[in-house]
């Protein structure tokens, strides 16, 4: 088999914004970090990032070197440090492979080989914890190697919130920013921190900048009190708006217990929204966090009352689909 690593000019890197020596996969502006250092350890989690190209190899075979591998009290071993292999049209890639090792958290690689029947693009998610130092690919000698096949929506979704947005508890990677992208065959960034994500201004000012298609706007659940939230949520939307004033806007409050200080928190994301809709603004919405369920019982949508699982995520994004579709946010 001929060696490749993801450098290669038919390869493609897609959900990590920026890159340096020193950090090759980083998540975030390197003066955000520095000025917010609780942002530091989501910084190194390489969430929503994927490796994509195009080949008829008949075998492949793909590591990752991988460090800061530890355990997740609140996800399975697999999902939390093991990558995910797809093959297929993105929008309907099937299930390939799990890039793992068998030796628990002491292995400084991941690694799996599977099949692959004709020519098709392939899509290996980034774990979601550890810090990926590398990745190669090894592909059967006199095998094509080819780009992905571009994304149908031309720009990025992007995605900032809590550990939700983060894919926190789920079993896969294909929590809601990645099952959204799917719908709509998009690349997508995730800018989801668990328990940091607070609204930060110059996040929103780099966020603001980035060509997008969609910004989800959804850190409820990060604000440390009701409080927080009011006094930074529109803000950062200003913010944002600065730099970007006309992409599409989907804010949401967070899927919880309808208890008094949820619909207080709502109300001020609600709050937000209105504003913005009273001074103009045409391309902004929000979705009440308690709705993200529908009718179904949110004691089987989540782990802890809090975080999704599998479903809830699954639930969430048929609501968001629903709302853009309805709305023609994408054409």
């Not at 000019?9 to 975030?28: A, L, P, S, V």
């Not at 390939?96 to 068998?102: G, K, N, Y």
């Not at 089987?300 to 479903?311: A, F, K």
Request: proline share 6%; with cysteine.
């Amino acid at each position: 088999m001929i060696r490749y690593r993801y450098t290669n000019e038919n390869m493609k890197i897609e959900g990590i914004y920026g890159f340096d020596e020193t950090h090759r996969f980083r998540r975030y502006p390197e003066a955000v970090v520095e000025k917010y250092p609780r942002l530091a350890d989501a910084d190194k989690k390489s969430v929503g990032a994927r490796l994509r190209f195009r080949t008829d190899s008949e075998r492949i075979r793909v590591v990752f070197t991988i460090s800061n591998n530890y355990p997740d009290i609140a996800m399975s071993f697999f999902h939390a440090n093991s990558a995910y292999a797809y093959i297929g049209d993105y929008s309907r890639a099937k299930y390939a492979a799990l890039v793992t090792s068998w030796d628990t958290y002491k292995s400084d690689t991941i690694s799996a080989e599977f099949v692959n029947d004709g020519m098709n693009d392939i899509t290996v998610f980034f774990p979601q914890n550890p810090t990926v130092e590398d990745i190669e690919v090894f592909l059967c000698d006199g095998a094509a190697l080819l780009p992905p096949t571009p994304h149908r929506v031309k720009l990025p979704f992007v995605f900032y919130g809590s550990s939700i947005t983060q894919q926190g508890h789920t079993l896969t990677p294909l929590a809601y920013p990645t099952l959204l992208s799917r719908f709509f065959d998009a690349d997508f960034y995730n800018f989801g921190a668990s328990g940091n994500a607070q609204g930060e201004p110059e996040l929103a000012e780099h966020l603001g900048k980035i060509g997008k298609s969609v910004f989800f706007y959804d850190y409820d659940h990060n604000a440390p009190t009701p409080e927080h939230l009011k006094n930074t949520h529109e803000a950062f939307f200003r913010v944002f708006r600065e730099y970007d004033p006309l992409s599409p806007v989907i804010m949401t409050s967070r899927p919880a217990d309808d208890t008094p200080e949820t619909e207080e928190r709502a109300a001020v994301v609600r709050a937000t929204y209105e504003n913005a809709v009273a001074n103009g603004d045409k391309n902004v919405y929000f979705i009440d966090g308690r709705t993200l369920f529908g009718k179904v019982d949110p004691n089987i949508c989540t782990t802890d009352r809090t975080h999704p699982n599998d479903l809830g995520h699954y639930l969430i994004a048929k609501t968001a689909e629903k709302l853009i579709r309805e709305k023609n946010i994408i054409e």
